[in-house]
Structure formats: C-alpha cells, structure tokens
C-alpha cells in the first residue's frame, strides 16, 4: 500500500492486515495512475465490500472462473456466454446491494466532498462558464480513455460476448428503475 496516495490509503485503513489481495492493490495502483487518486478511492469500495463480505468473494472467484474459462475454445453463442453474464449481473447487483446496506455508497459520496475540499476550483482550471471542466491536460500526456485503451486486453470473443450481455442486463434494470 505504500505505493498508492494517502487518499487512497486513507480509504483502505479500517481493514484488518491481510484482507485485500495483491491483485486488489494492484488493481488499485493501475487505476490511481490512470484515474487518480480519487478514482482509486472510488473503486476501493468494490474491494472493500469484497474482503469484508467472504460468501461475496467466493463469488467473484467463481463468477472470474468461469469467465476465464469462455477462451477461444468456446463459441460467442454458446449457452454458458448467456449464463456466466446472467451470474455477472446477479453478482454485481448483490455487490451494489452490499455497498448501499453497509454505507459505503455514502463513504463514496464523503471521497467526493474530502476531494473538492482537498482540490478546489479555482479560476484557471479551465473550466467554463457552466462550471464544466475543459479536458485540458499536459502536453503529450494522453487521456484515460486512451491510456485504457492501450492496456493489452486478450479476451475471447465468447468472452466479450459476456462482457456485452452483461452490460445489456445492468441498462435493462436500469431502464426499468
């Protein structure tokens, strides 16, 4: 943890020594180098509600599994893309059931208060009139959606067929609330 910001850190200190994988800091300190610190803090919340709450990370492993598994062998059409993303969508709605329960959905809702308190506004943040930032970045830095999209992603296409459906799930639901 030495290697993330004391924002980030900061986030993570209540749990117990041992709770969080390797592959949840690392997770972490990708997404403090492409996001921020703020969006590392953010995404905290996910491996927070995960070592705290064992029958969900059994899940996780599991789901993780079995989306490992879809590799080249199998067909985007084959009925397990359909039933792994169905297990996904359920997984991810427990998960977000948990973080709202448990109040870290309101801890994540402090980050962004603790934040602007932390960093505020001023004049020549290129903002405009509306209060909009203008996207403004150093010169031959390259933005988050680019760096992401210069992670090296070998997924198989059954595999980002589960991806797809699982995403259709989640704006289904959310259409319907």
Known sequence: MDLLSDFVTERLRGLPEGSLRRADLDGLLVTERILGPLGAALQATRF??????????????????????????????????????????AFECALQAVIEESGLSEDDDALFDAWDTLHPATADDGEDEAG??????????????????????????????????????????????
């Open 132 to 177: 909009l930032s203008s996207g403004s970045r150093e010169a031959g830095s390259m933005s988050a959606r680019e760096a992401i999209g210069k992670m090296p992603y070998d997924f198989s296409p059954a595999r980002l067929r589960c991806m797809e459906l699982a995403e259709e799930l989640s704006a289904r639901d959310s259409a319907a609330t």
């Open 48 to 89: 927070i509600a995960l070592a705290t709450h064992p029958a969900l990370r059994e899940d996780s492993d599991r789901i993780d599994g079995a989306e490992e598994a879809l590799d080249d062998s199998a067909a985007a059409d084959d009925p397990r893309v359909a039933h792994v993303a169905a297990e996904r969508h």
